[in-house]
């Protein structure tokens, strides 16, 4: 019977060391699996703050678009008044008389400076091309309202 309870003993022994080897073995896996889902959270934070700044940067796009597309709409109904075309033939008009006046600097060939296109931008702005016959320049002219008329100047 002694004999028989020795190998129960180092049987129960050998169990219990089993056991702890196993619930160290367990909670080193625990232990991974915690680190491994930290960083699954860091990653999860990072790409949930980026997609924030994505859809943030998405609404402004898509507030700007529809801004862009008022702006268009309005504009197309003004640029088919027949009042706008009537100012912008006299703006037109006024450009090509006074374009020597605007443009500061002389043509590089002598002669004189002539409008090739105007591209209203705005009631307030156009885009001129203007040329000596040799040389092509752009500029950009501001139109302001006044009492005597319209005043064209350059906007450097």
């Given at each position: 019977m002694n004999k028989l309870n020795r190998i129960f003993t180092v049987s129960c022994f050998l169990f219990v060391i089993a056991l702890a080897g196993?619930?160290?073995?367990?909670?080193?896996?625990?232990?991974?699996?915690?680190?491994?889902i930290a960083e699954l959270e860091a990653k999860y934070n990072e790409s949930k703050t980026e997609i924030d700044r994505n859809n943030d940067r998405?609404?402004?796009q898509t507030q700007l678009l529809k801004k862009l597309d008022l702006?268009?709409?309005?504009?197309?109904r003004i640029d088919e008044e027949p009042i706008y075309n009537d100012y912008k033939s006299k703006i037109r008009s006024l450009?090509?008389?006074?374009i020597n006046e605007i443009?500061?600097?002389q043509p590089l060939h002598g002669g004189k400076w002539f409008v090739?296109?105007?591209s209203f931008i705005s009631p307030s702005f156009a885009l001129v091309e203007y040329e000596d016959g040799h040389d092509l320049?752009?500029?950009?002219?501001?139109?302001d309202k006044t009492k005597k008329g319209y005043l064209l100047r350059e906007i450097n």
């Open positions: 196993y619930a160290y073995f367990l909670s080193n896996q625990i232990k991974l699996q915690e680190l491994r998405v609404t402004n702006n268009y709409s309005s504009r197309n450009i090509d008389k006074k443009v500061p600097e090739s296109k105007i320049f752009t500029l950009l002219i501001q139109i």
